[in-house]
């Protein structure tokens, strides 16, 4: 598969970065028709976006770099060579949250209510963008003989973007499915963290290319901590006002 899609004035576009934008935009799309639900003002999600994906792109190669600090700490001008790979989503939700805290902060908005109109886009991207990963013969796993395995180098192995693709788009309906269900604003998005967490655990377990800590993967002790985290603001938000009990 060739990762790229065509050239423009010597100038090479890839098909992740094809896939990567159709995934944002699709968001930003869906997330405008839900915060009109919510009588937010017609523009704040473009707003939003023109901070948030921008700085969601720079912690996802800030992440990726700190946990390869091993080459890229030998080679600091490979820092800021987006082009030759290197974004890992952890790094991306996390400074895209805090952007958009900050951006509810200065507009006067709840950002646990932002925050829900925002999430299943969020899920919705990443599922988008594991085909992109899919271009790039990469994220794949360890050796299988399954009916749908791909083949890379010669190899049979389970094709985990396609896994992550599945739950991620699963979660996605389910999101869009209980938003009228929710109790409280922010269970959406705290619903968001803690099932893509729980698929990310396992899925990370077959792929062959993990960021480590130490003898550790780094995505499943994320994702351990983001389900803890996210189990314990569940109860502190219920205890607020405005919730809703059954």
């Known amino acids: 598969m060739d990762p790229i899609a ?17 995934g944002i935009f699709l968001g930003i799309f869906i997330a405008i ?23 969601a792109v720079i912690g996802a190669r800030v992440y990726y770099v700190i946990f390869k600090w091993d080459y890229y700490g030998q080679n600091p001008g490979d820092i800021l060579k987006f082009r030759q790979g290197g974004l890992a989503i952890h790094g991306a939700i996390i400074a895209g949250v805090l ?20 999430a299943p886009s969020i899920i919705l991207g990443q599922a988008i ?3 992109g990963n899919y271009f790039n013969q990469e994220a794949y796993g360890t050796p299988t003989d399954l009916p749908w395995a791909i083949e890379i180098d010669g190899v049979m192995v389970h094709p985990t973007f396609l896994y992550e693709f599945i739950w991620n ?39 062959i290319d993990s960021l480590m800590i130490g003898p550790l993967r780094t995505a499943q002790v994320i994702s351990i901590l983001t389900i803890v985290g996210g189990l314990a603001l569940i109860k502190i938000l219920k205890s607020r006002k405005g919730y809703k009990p059954s």
């Open 129 to 131: 963008g594991r085909w």
């Open 33 to 55: 028709i839900r915060a009109k639900k919510e009588n937010l003002y017609e523009d704040v999600i473009l707003d939003l976006s023109l901070i948030a994906v921008p700085i």
């Open 99 to 118: 952007a958009g805290y900050i951006f509810c902060r200065y507009k006067g908005i709840r950002f646990w209510k932002m925050a829900d109109i925002c």
């Open 169 to 207: 788009f699963g979660v996605f309906i389910f999101l869009l499915a209980y938003t009228k269900r929710k109790k409280f604003e922010g269970q959406i998005f705290i619903y968001y963290l803690i099932l893509y967490s729980i698929g990310r655990f396992f899925i990370e377990g077959l792929r």
């Open 6 to 22: 065509f050239s423009i004035f010597g100038i090479e576009v890839a098909w992740y970065g094809i896939i990567i934008s159709i």
